[in-house]
Structure formats: C-alpha cells, structure tokens
C-alpha cells in the first residue's frame, strides 16, 4: 500500500468518525375538548443544555415561546406563537427510494420552522407553505438521521409532516412518537413503549383539558432509565387558547414552572436556561456527572486516538502476516489485525450512538445489525485480555519481533486496558442492567 493511500484511508476515517450524532426519542400528543386543545411534548434527549426562549413579533411577525438548546438558538426543537400554533420535532431514521427533488421547489431547511412559526397562525396555513418546498431534508441520509414535524392550532387540527408526505387530522385525542404515520396503515401494530401507554391514558380516562389530566398524561409517556436515570430531560404542555405554557424538568412532574406567552412578549427577547427554573435536582446531577465521549472532551479525544492506533494497527499486522515467515507469531499477527478492524469499527459506533452508553447491555439497535454485534466486543476484548498480555511480555522479552511491532502490540494492550475499564465504567458488561 502506498503512504500516500493509506494516510488518505486514515484521514477520511478520522473526519467520517467526527460525524456522531445523537438519536432522540421523543413523545407528544394534542388534546381537544369543549372548544380547548392542549399540546404536550416530552423531550427525550441528552442534551445538556435546553432553554426556553421568547421572541416579540416585529415587522408584521409573530411572537413566539420557543423550546430547545443553547448549541442550537436559531433553529427550536418546539414553538408556540401568540395565535395558539405550536409544533414539535422528532428524531426519525432515513428511508430509501424518496421520490426526487422537484427543481421547481425551493428546499426546506430547518431554519424556516421558525419563519413559519412567525407567520403561520393555522396548520392550514403551514401545509400552503410546505406543500411549495422540497422537505428532503426531513429524510436526513445515511449518515444523519431524519426528522417529522407535528403542527397543531388551536382548533384541534394537527399536521404531521415528514420527507415524503404530509397528513392531516382533527381528533379530539392524538399520540405520536418517533415512527412514521406516512408508513403505519395501522397505529395497533405500533410497540413503542411510550406511544402504547399514552393511548391507553387516552382510551381509558374521561378526556379533558385540564392542567392535572395532561400533567398525568405526560408523566405517562415520559421516560427514566435504570441505568443512568436519564430519558425525558423536559416536558412542555402549551394551552393553546390561552397562550400558557407549563414547564417540568428531567421527569420530575411535583414541580411545575408556567409562563403566559403575552405577558412574556411584553417582556422584550430574553431566555432561561430549564436547570435555572427549578430546584437542584439529585438525579439531573448524576446524569451531569456521568461522562461519555459526546459530552467529555477527554474520552472523547482517547476513543479518536484509539480508532487511529486500531486501524494503523489493522494495516501494519495484515502486512506483517503476509511478509514474516515466523510460523510461530505468524497468526498471532493475523489475530491482531482483525481485532484491530474490529475495535475500529467499535470507536466509529461509540461516537456516533450516544444510546449505547445508557441503554442495556449488550445493546440492540433495531436500525443496524452491525452496531449489535459490535457490542458483544467488550466481551471478547475481555476474554482476550490475559493471554494477549502474557504473549506480549513474552514477546517482548524475546525480542523476536521489531521494535515497532513490540511497540505497537504494548500501546495496543494499554488501550485495551482504559477500554475495559471504561466499559465497566458504562456497564457494558451488565447484561443483567
């Protein structure tokens, strides 16, 4: 292999590595009766940084409450505006085979959903302007994942919007979560957790508008993992007639902080940070203190310096195999090279599914067998530790191979040893968590 392809391979896997992301479940729903509709949303995420913010109408614009995070200010993950339209986004998973861009279109962007927050008073009025754009967008692609938009005005009509088509609904009780209606004939067949309990709610109270119905409804459909005690990190109920809206925090549903939009707007541009709005939280603590490479610079910078040790490590041991003529050490050096790939991999995945770190282990994504079976290699790694550190030292006593071959296998059992103790550190060996 040539030095100048194999630092090209290096660099592209560095930078395509970079390309993490965080997959966010989320949960909402829309409730209307005697001529009243509520809107909640539960925020699943791990962000560590969500705000609300208000915005005065100026110029013939709308005022708007806007939900969200510091990193992302322009662009609300949620939004309500002072003629009782609110939306919400959720996290969903590219799909092939969209049909292709209409060139007489203009594209959609993420950053118009705050322009059509501020001039949209129905979702009648959202579905002219959308129906004028591409929403490819909303498709994401292989590396990023997608999105859906849920509007809702308040007379009760809803607009879901994804990549591919847009649907319309006017029932007085309606859930969503993170799938697509555009696909579902029939909602039934939906298992998502969250989704079933707040249908449930739905069918077997009395419904109503009330501030206690939907504050129980919400906690029904929030989410607090085991592990970490993560999942619902807020929760916003919008009164749409009445321009309310109604704050909790990190699924803590006893306190509750509530602002009216109007006397808000009267306020000028100003924002709040959600962990100021409430009182220190043991549990938001421990999930502030539990690090990850999305959220430690530190772990972070060790997991990209193992994917380039890994990989060097791969190429240097393949050719080492088909050039040495030590049958001994022979396969060893092959053995090496595969692990080598195979932990690579394991970096990329590790920076790119933030879930692995909170959810059960050994995790399951739906979306991608190889990121399941990539997490069976904590195990194998541990397995593997002992007799690769008995081998090293013996080879490294003999001094049978080149110092750069010595070195390299050293430097490797050093990262696999801050791996494994991370792993015990993130409970990936806990299958029974």
């Known amino acids: 292999m040539r030095k100048t392809g194999f630092w090209k391979i290096s660099v592209l896997t560095i930078l395509t590595a970079l390309y993490f992301q965080t997959a966010f479940a989320c949960s909402m729903y829309k409730v209307t009766a005697n001529g009243k509709t509520m809107v909640g949303n539960n925020e699943d995420s791990w962000g ?13 614009k709308f005022g708007i409450v806007c939900v969200g995070y510091a990193r992302k200010y322009s662009n609300p993950d949620g939004a309500m505006n002072e003629y009782g339209l609110a939306f919400d986004a959720f996290t969903m998973p590219h799909k092939p085979g969209l049909p292709e861009r209409d060139p007489r279109k203009r594209d959609f962007a993420y950053s118009g959903l705050k322009i059509i927050m501020q001039q949209c008073k129905t979702v009648d009025e959202v579905y002219a302007l959308l129906k004028e754009m591409n929403l490819h967008v909303l498709n994401g692609s292989i590396l990023f994942h997608g999105g859906m938009l849920l509007f809702v005005d308040k007379t009760g009509k809803y607009l879901v919007v994804e990549a591919g088509k847009m649907t319309f609904g006017h029932d007085d009780k309606f ?34 508008t009330t501030l206690p119905f939907c504050t129980a409804l919400s906690d029904t459909m929030s989410v607090n993992r085991a592990k970490v005690g993560d999942g619902t990190l807020y929760t916003n109920i919008y009164d749409l007639e009445e321009g309310l809206i109604h704050l909790y925090f990190f699924h803590d549903f006893s306190k509750c902080v509530s602002f009216n939009l109007k006397e808000e707007l009267a306020k000028g541009a100003h924002s709040y940070e959600f962990k100021a709005l409430f009182p220190d939280n043991q549990h938001y603590q421990q999930f502030l203190d539990y690090k990850t490479p999305q959220n430690s610079k530190t772990i972070f910078a060790f997991i990209i310096a193992c994917g380039i040790l890994f990989f060097f490590s791969f190429v240097f041991f393949m050719l080492s195999f088909f050039r040495t003529s030590d049958k001994a050490y022979r396969y060893l050096k092959a053995g090496l090279s595969v692990l080598s790939l195979a932990l690579c ?13 909170y959810f059960p282990s050994p995790y399951y994504d739906r979306h991608s067998n190889i990121v399941t079976l990539t997490s069976y290699l904590p195990f194998v790694l541990l397995l593997a530790m002992l007799p690769l550190l008995i081998v090293s030292a013996k080879i490294i006593r003999q001094k049978k191979w080149g110092w750069l071959a010595r070195f390299l296998f050293a430097t490797n059992n050093f990262a696999y040893l801050i791996l494994i103790a991370l792993f015990f550190y993130w409970k990936l060996f806990d299958v029974w968590s």
């Open 175 to 208: 859930a969503l979560a993170n799938f697509s209606i555009a696909d579902t004939k029939d909602l039934s067949t939906i298992k998502m957790e969250r989704y079933c309990k707040g249908v449930a709610f739905l069918n077997n109270k009395q419904l109503n």
């Open 345 to 357: 991999v394991y970096t990329y995945v590790l920076l790119r599914n933030e879930s692995i770190y």
């Open 48 to 60: 560590r940084d969500a705000r609300i913010w208000f915005e005065p109408g100026v110029n013939g």
